[in-house]
């Protein structure tokens, strides 16, 4: 039986070990970074950009720039327009309910015929949100009717007969 001739030198374990160490160093780093990658996208943090589809200067990228506010960032103001006694109250507790910051209830200054959510510059998204938690079709942005009425609200959800 032959046995296999010795080594002339003895073989080099310890820069091997190292080797194999910042091997795996340099692959818990990366995949540290990815994972951090991917929470600050998961949690909005990042900076989004405008969608591939969308000029850079139009409404859509403009709209597209910032990430969507939570609702304990937005405050609505809630106005009776339909004459039903504690329509606008019942409203704003149940948009309180949803987790919205400030849901103050007023009453409007004129009767309207169909609920709507009226939005400040910027807050289009919101408005877009509070529609679908409301239940209300009509969205359009803030023209000016409502000066006295929309002081520090984004949003204004007017409560309308329908």
């Given amino acids: 039986m032959q046995h296999a001739p010795p080594f ?11 080797a194999l160490c910042a ?38 990228a403009k709209q597209a720039a ?6 304990s960032r937005v405050s609505v103001l809630v106005l009776n327009g339909n004459g039903i006694a504690h329509a606008a109250g019942d409203e704003a507790a149940q948009l309180l309910g949803h987790g919205y910051r400030r849901a103050l209830a007023s009453d409007a200054s004129t009767q309207y015929a169909s609920s709507l959510v009226l939005f400040r510059p910027g807050w289009e998204r919101e408005a877009q949100r509070l529609a679908r938690d409301a239940g209300i079709r009509t969205v359009a942005p803030l023209d000016g009717r409502l000066r006295d009425a ?6 204004v959800l007017i409560l309308g007969t329908n």
């Fill in 8 to 18: 002339d030198r003895p073989f080099p374990w310890r820069a091997a070990a190292l």
């Fill in 66 to 71: 910032h990430p969507l506010r939570t609702r």
């Fill in 150 to 155: 929309e002081g520090g609200y984004e949003l």
């Fill in 23 to 60: 091997l795996a160093l340099a692959e818990l780093a990366a995949l540290l970074a990815l994972a951090g990658v991917r929470l600050v996208h998961v949690h909005g943090t990042a900076t989004p950009t405008p969608t591939a589809t969308a000029p850079a200067g139009s409404a859509d």
